[in-house]
């Protein structure tokens, strides 16, 4: 019986859980520019004490546009639908302990944008970084490290980004940096 029922429950609980976390977040604020200081993703713990520490992601979008202006591409507008998967994607990675593209069953960032409002034929990409600083200089320093990474920031094309970023091991202290990148 418990297996008949097991994955819908589960997901099911999935669910709610990410619905919950989408009107807490946006019940505080979060999109408002006013509330910058307000946390960006709400967070639970699992049973190996992962830590969902909130922070702001304004910081990062502020050092991503930074880069951006400085090679004389259009700044990016943080959008709340991409963030909303950059979030999904980062409790995700942090709740089942992996970091990569691609989810343990298979899923990509692409995969939650029908959920969210967004067409999962529009032009993107993904940037992931898992780092022992909480610095958004340093993760900027990083990405632009790698040829790919780099050309996702710097692609012309894209206009819109959202960003995530948590604590991934209270243990260890590593942050995980998440930033879907968009064409409007």
Same mark, same amino acid.
């Given at each position: 019986? /418990?297996? /008949?029922?097991?994955? &819908? ?22 999109? %408002? #520019?006013?509330?910058?200081?307000? &946390? +960006? ?11 969902? *520490? &909130? ?12 880069? +951006?202006?400085?090679? %004389?591409?259009?700044? @990016?507008?943080?959008?709340? +639908?991409? =963030?909303?998967?950059?979030?999904? /994607?980062? *409790? !995700?990675?942090? #709740? ?14 692409? !995969? ?7 067409? =999962?034929?529009?032009?993107? $990409? ?5 780092? #022992? ?8 320093? !990083?990405?632009?490290?790698? &040829?790919?990474?780099?050309? $996702?920031?710097? !692609?012309? @094309?894209?206009? +819109? ?7 991934? %091991? ?9 930033? *879907?990148?968009?064409?409007?």
């Amino acid at each position: 019986m /418990r297996a /008949r029922f097991g994955v &819908p429950v589960a997901v099911f609980i999935f669910a709610v859980y990410v619905f919950a976390m989408m009107m807490l977040n946006k019940h505080i604020g979060v999109y %408002d #520019s006013a509330a910058a200081t307000q &946390p +960006r993703v709400a967070g639970v713990s699992t049973e190996k004490k992962l830590a969902h *520490i &909130p922070k702001t992601t304004q910081t990062l979008t502020d050092v991503l546009n930074s880069f +951006r202006a400085a090679g %004389d591409l259009a700044l @990016l507008t943080e959008d709340l +639908r991409l =963030n909303a998967v950059a979030q999904s /994607r980062a *409790i !995700d990675m942090v #709740s089942k302990h992996y970091y990569a593209h691609v989810s343990p069953e298979g899923k990509t960032f692409v !995969d939650l944008y029908a959920q969210n409002g967004l067409s =999962n034929t529009m032009y993107s $990409c993904e940037n992931l970084l898992l780092s #022992s600083s909480a610095d958004e200089q340093q993760a900027l320093a !990083d990405w632009l490290a790698s &040829p790919a990474h780099k050309a $996702c920031m710097s !692609d012309k @094309l894209v206009n +819109r980004v959202g960003v995530a970023s948590i604590t991934f %091991d209270k243990e260890t202290g590593q942050k995980l940096f998440v930033t *879907i990148f968009a064409q409007q």
